[in-house]
Nanobody, 124 residues
Framework: QVHVVESGGGLVQAGGSLRLSCAAS????????MGWFRQAPGKEREFVAA??????????ADSVKGRFTISRDDAQNKSTIYLQMNSLKPEDTAVYYC???????????????WGQGTQVTVSS
């Protein structure tokens, strides 16, 4: 069992920045890939960014490339990923979810473990 806890999020004006964090702990967490998804009202959950174990490979959705940066810190008792979001746009408004899985899957939401979600609102 892997425990996933997110933090960060909030309200920001367009052009501003926010940083999300997600910590994974429990069974063999260091072997897992971790990623971020988001879901806007009335829309399906979509992939945002992902990072493999040890941070060896990183993936981004086209809509966030050049604006968002994902990073990872593997500590003794947990792995934490961060999503630095810059130049935010109103269309980035959504609930952001952290996901954990043995494999990176950018085209599906079929990840094993999920956080509770954190709201990001970008005002125009």
């Amino acid at each position: 069992q892997v425990h996933v806890v997110e933090s960060g999020g909030g309200l920001v004006q367009a052009g501003g920045s926010l940083r999300l964090s997600c910590a994974a702990s429990g069974d063999t967490f260091r072997r897992y890939s971790m990623g971020w998804f988001r879901q806007a009202p009335g829309k399906e959950r979509e992939f945002v960014a992902a990072i493999t174990r040890r941070g060896s490979t990183i993936y981004y959705a086209d809509s966030v490339k050049g604006r968002f940066t994902i990073s990872r810190d593997d500590a003794q008792n947990k792995s934490t990923i961060y999503l630095q979001m810059n130049s935010l746009k109103p269309e980035d408004t959504a609930v952001y979810y952290c996901a954990v899985d043995p494999r990176v899957k950018v085209s599906t939401v079929d990840w094993n473990y999920w956080g509770q979600g954190t709201q990001v609102t970008v005002s125009s």
